[in-house]
C-alpha cells in the first residue's frame, strides 16, 4: 500500500465549498449575568486540525479566535450564578418542573436553527468527520429531549403523597446550586450537554467553561441559551482553566463540579475546595478499556469490533479499546487479519464520504504517540501494520504494536489516540490481574464463544469496571443505561435518568396526618400556591 499522507492535504481554494468556513469566527463577547458582554482584551487564536498547502508548506487553516479572560470574569460570573439561585430562592430553582421544562424546549428550538455552523464548526476545530460531527448534534438533541421526558417521569411519580406511620409526606427532587461545568474536546457538544442540560432542568444555575478544543463551536449557542433562560441562570467563562478556575474553587461558592477529563486536574480542583464536604462531584474521568480475545473467540467479530472500538474518531473516545489481550495460539492470526483490516480504513479529510481517520486536534498529540511508540519498541515490541505511526503535521496513522508489556508506557498510560497495544496471554488470570492493578475502572470487551469462559470472566470484572462487553466494543450507549467507573474512571453515574438524580437531592414536605394539617395541605395545593407541594401531573 502507498501512503502518502502529503496527499490528504488541500490548498484552500480546492476545499468543498458546502463544507467550508467562509468566515473566520472571531468571537468578542461572552455570556453573563444575562448579557452577551463585550470583551476588548486578550483572544487564543485557533487553529484547525485540519492543515491546507501554502507556498511555505502545510500550515492548520485559522478558523477564529475567542476571549481570554481573566478572574475577574469569571468572579462576576460566578457571582450572577451565586445571585440566580439566590440560596434556592431564586426564580429559576423555585420555579415549577413544567415552566423549566418550558424553558429548555425553547432552547433545543432555537439551538436547532443553529445546526449548520455548530457542525461544521465541530469538524474544523476537532477534525471530527462531517457524518460523525452531523450524529454528535443530532444525538445531543434527542438527548435533551430524553431528559425531559425522564423529568416529566420523575414528576409523575413525584406528584402524590406517602403516608407512612402517622406521617403525610411529598417527596420530589431539588436542586443543589451553582454547577461549574467543564466538558471535554472529543465530543464538545453531546458530553458537554449531557452534563449541562440535567443540571440546568434540575434547578441549578451554571457556570460554563467550554473545552480548549471546542471553544468556538458553542458560541452560536450563546444568545439561545441568554434567551432562553432567566438572568444569571447560564454564565460563560473563558480563559486559562489554570488561572480562573482554581480562584473559583477557592470561593467555596460551586456546589457542584462536573468535569469530563483528567482525574489529575478533577483531584487537584476538589482540594481547593474549602468545604469538600459540600462539593459533589459529577466526573467522567480516565479510562485505558481492555478487550480480551480468548482462544474461543470468534476471530472476525473480535477484530471487526475491536477496529471499531480502538480506531472510531481516531481512538479519542473515553470509551475506546485502548489495550488488546489477545491468547497467544491466536495472536499471529489476529494481528494479520488486523492488519488489513486497519489497511482498508479511508483516511484524509472529515468532509469525504466514508473517511475514518482524519487529523488531530492537540498540537502535540502527534510527538506524545511517537514517543509512545519508541518506547515500545525499545522495550521489544514491534510495529506489526504498514505504515503503522506514521505522521504528517497533525494526521497519525493508525498503529498495531506487538507484543506490549508492562514495561512501556502503552501498557500504563491512555494513549488516547490511533495506537492499539497488543499483549499476548496464556492464562485468564493474567488479563484479570491487569484490571486489578489498573487505576481505571470503566469498561471491558470480552470476545468468547464459550459460556464458562465467559462466566469467569464475568464474576470477577463486574467488580473492576462498571460495564463488561460481551462480543462488542466498549461504548456509551444506549443513553438510558448507567454511565460510570470505577477507581479513577468517574465518580457519579451519567445518563438520561441518573444525570437528573446526580444534579439534584431528594427533598420532601412531611406533616403529622391530622385533620387540620389535611386541610392546610390540601388548600395549599388546591390553590396552587406551592411549586413543590403539589399535585400538577405534567403529561
Not at 151 to 173: H, P, V, Y
Not at 233 to 245: A, L
Not at 252 to 278: C, F, Y
Not at 293 to 316: C, P, R, Y
Request: with cysteine; net charge negative; glycine share 6%.
Amino acid at each position: 500500500m502507498s501512503l502518502n499522507l502529503e496527499d490528504i492535504f488541500l490548498q484552500e481554494e480546492d476545499i468543498p465549498d458546502e463544507y467550508a468556513l467562509h468566515e473566520q469566527i472571531d468571537q468578542r463577547e461572552y455570556l453573563s449575568n444575562g448579557e452577551m458582554k463585550a470583551w476588548n482584551g486578550p483572544v487564543n487564536e485557533v487553529f484547525s486540525p485540519i492543515c491546507v498547502k501554502t507556498k511555505d508548506g502545510l500550515q492548520r487553516k485559522r478558523i477564529g479566535s475567542f476571549p481570554v479572560c481573566t478572574e475577574k470574569e469569571s468572579q462576576e460570573a460566578l457571582d450572577a450564578a451565586v445571585a440566580a439561585y439566590d440560596n434556592g430562592r431564586g426564580q429559576w430553582p423555585t420555579m415549577s418542573v413544567a415552566d423549566r421544562i418550558t424553558c429548555v424546549e425553547n432552547f433545543t428550538h432555537k439551538m436547532i436553527e443553529q445546526k449548520d455552523i455548530v457542525v461544521k464548526l465541530i469538524m474544523w476545530e476537532i477534525g471530527k468527520s462531517y457524518t460523525d460531527s452531523v450524529k454528535e448534534f443530532d444525538r445531543t438533541v434527542e438527548y435533551i429531549y430524553a431528559t425531559i421526558d425522564a423529568l416529566k417521569d420523575i414528576d409523575r411519580q413525584s406528584s402524590g403523597f406517602t403516608i407512612e406511620q402517622g406521617i403525610i409526606a411529598q417527596i420530589r427532587r431539588s436542586p443543589l446550586g451553582v454547577v461549574l461545568c467543564m466538558g471535554p474536546f472529543n465530543y464538545p457538544l453531546n458530553e458537554t450537554f449531557t452534563t449541562l442540560i440535567p443540571a440546568l432542568i434540575m434547578g441549578n444555575t451554571l457556570l460554563f467553561k467550554p473545552p480548549k478544543h471546542g471553544t468556538l463551536l458553542h458560541y452560536p449557542l450563546l444568545e439561545a441559551f441568554r434567551s432562553s433562560f432567566p438572568q444569571g441562570v447560564v454564565n460563560t467563562i473563558y480563559g486559562r482553566g489554570n488561572n480562573i478556575v482554581p480562584g473559583l474553587m477557592q470561593s467555596g461558592k460551586i456546589n457542584v463540579l462536573t468535569l469530563i477529563g483528567s482525574s489529575r486536574v478533577a483531584d487537584e480542583l476538589k482540594k481547593l475546595h474549602p468545604k469538600v464536604n459540600r462539593l459533589r462531584a459529577i466526573l467522567g474521568l480516565d479510562a485505558k478499556n481492555a478487550a480480551i480475545i480468548t482462544k474461543d473467540a470468534d476471530l472476525d467479530l473480535a477484530v471487526s469490533e475491536t477496529l471499531l472500538g480502538a480506531l472510531s474518531f481516531n481512538g479519542q473516545r473515553c470509551t475506546a479499546i485502548k489495550i488488546v489481550y489477545v491468547h497467544r495460539s491466536l495472536a499471529q492470526e489476529f494481528l494479520k487479519r488486523l492488519s488489513a483490516e486497519v489497511a482498508k480504513l479511508k483516511y484524509g479529510m472529515p468532509w469525504e464520504k466514508g473517511v475514518a481517520l482524519t487529523p488531530l486536534p492537540e498540537v502535540g498529540k502527534p510527538a506524545y504517540l511517537e514517543s509512545c511508540i519508541a518506547d515500545a519498541i525499545a522495550n521489544g515490541a514491534k510495529v506489526v501494520n504498514e505504515h503503522g505511526g506514521e505522521t504528517l503535521e497533525s494526521f497519525v496513522y493508525p498503529a498495531i504494536v506487538y507484543p506490549v508489556n508492562h514495561a512501556m508506557k502503552l501498557y500504563r498510560e491512555e494513549q488516547f489516540g490511533p495506537i492499539i497495544p497488543v499483549v499476548p496471554f496464556d492464562d485468564l488470570e493474567e488479563p484479570i490481574e491487569y484490571l486489578i492493578g489498573s487505576p481505571h475502572g470503566q469498561q471491558v470487551s470480552i470476545f468468547s464463544n464459550n459460556a464458562s469462559v465467559v462466566s469467569s470472566l464475568i464474576d470477577p470484572l463486574v467488580n473492576q469496571v462498571s460495564r463488561v462487553n460481551i462480543n462488542c466494543q466498549c461504548q456509551r450507549g444506549p443513553d438510558v443505561f448507567p454511565f460510570t467507573g470505577r477507581k479513577d474512571s468517574a465518580e457519579g453515574t451519567l445518563s438520561v435518568v441518573d444525570a437528573l438524580r446526580s444534579f439534584s437531592i431528594r427533598s420532601l414536605v412531611a406533616t403529622k396526618f391530622t385533620d387540620s394539617n389535611k386541610k392546610l395541605f390540601n388548600e395549599i395545593v388546591s390553590e396552587n400556591e406551592s411549586n413543590f407541594l403539589s399535585t400538577k401531573y405534567i403529561f
